[in-house]
T-cell receptor, first 110, second 116 residues
Framework: RKEVEQDPGPFNVPEGATVAFNCTYSNSASQSFFWYRQDCRKEPKLLMSVYSSGNEDGRFTAQLNRASQYISLLIRDSKLSDSATYLCVVIRGGYQKVTFGIGTKLQVIP | GAVVSQHPSRVICKSGTSVKIECRSLDFQATTMFWYRQFPKQSLMLMATSNEGSKATYEQGVEKDKFLINHASLTLSTLTVTSAHPEDSSFYIC????????????FGPGTRLTVL
């Protein structure tokens, strides 16, 4: 089983829709979690950190569920500019182990 | 967010040559830098973790004699791909760890290496 698993998609959604992605991780010792956004042929850019208490930034909400070992990202009111690949990152051992998911591709359609 | 630069952004070289890629943290000091490789339609794969003043820690399957990493200062790490071959063609991205409350990493813009 992979340490971090993501549905690669693509998720095709209309503008204004709400879309949610999940990312599961296998190692319960994982400590830190992040969502990054990567545009085609560009570097990943930090979207937000993920906490058990939830983290909201505008239209984006991230959540961590330690019991079920997954993190989620919710995007409300999707914009065309949200089209990208969303990568989850799981870190354990104080950055001794950094694992990226394969990424979920989102395409927002006019 | 913190700014990380990478140079060059693109390089094309002949098989057998060595290529050096620089990663700099521009507005902060990074005790830890990471080097990743990303093949088309695949996720980022961590190659090595680089700590200033010490030897890099390589991930399993990454040849340390082929991918030389030097982290000479708190703002600069270099990756040298020695005797590059076409299968080394990839997108190489560095990141720097920012020791703030979020303890996250910021990425450089990447270097696209093509070995002919």
């Amino acid at each position: 089983r992979k340490e971090v698993e993501q549905d690669p998609g693509p998720f095709n959604v209309p503008e204004g829709a709400t879309v949610a992605f999940n990312c599961t991780y296998s190692n319960s010792a994982s400590q830190s979690f992040f969502w990054y956004r990567q545009d085609c042929r560009k570097e990943p850019k930090l979207l937000m950190s993920v906490y058990s208490s939830g983290n909201e930034d505008g239209r984006f909400t991230a959540q961590l569920n330690r019991a079920s070992q997954y993190i989620s990202l919710l995007i409300r009111d999707s914009k065309l500019s949200d089209s990208a690949t969303y990568l989850c990152v799981v870190i354990r051992g104080g950055y001794q182990k950094v694992t990226f998911g394969i990424g979920t591709k989102l395409q927002v359609i006019p | 967010g913190a700014v990380v630069s990478q140079h060059p952004s693109r390089v094309i070289c002949k098989s057998g040559t060595s290529v050096k890629i620089e990663c700099r943290s521009l507005d902060f000091q990074a005790t830890t830098m990471f080097w990743y490789r990303q093949f088309p339609k695949q996720s980022l794969m961590l190659m090595a973790t680089s700590n200033e003043g010490s030897k890099a820690t390589y991930e399993q399957g990454v040849e340390k004699d082929k991918f030389l990493i030097n982290h000479a200062s708190l703002t600069l790490s270099t990756l040298t791909v020695t005797s590059a071959h076409p299968e080394d063609s990839s997108f190489y991205i560095c990141s720097a760890r920012v020791a703030t409350s979020t303890d996250t990493q910021y990425f450089g813009p990447g270097t696209r290496l093509t070995v002919l």
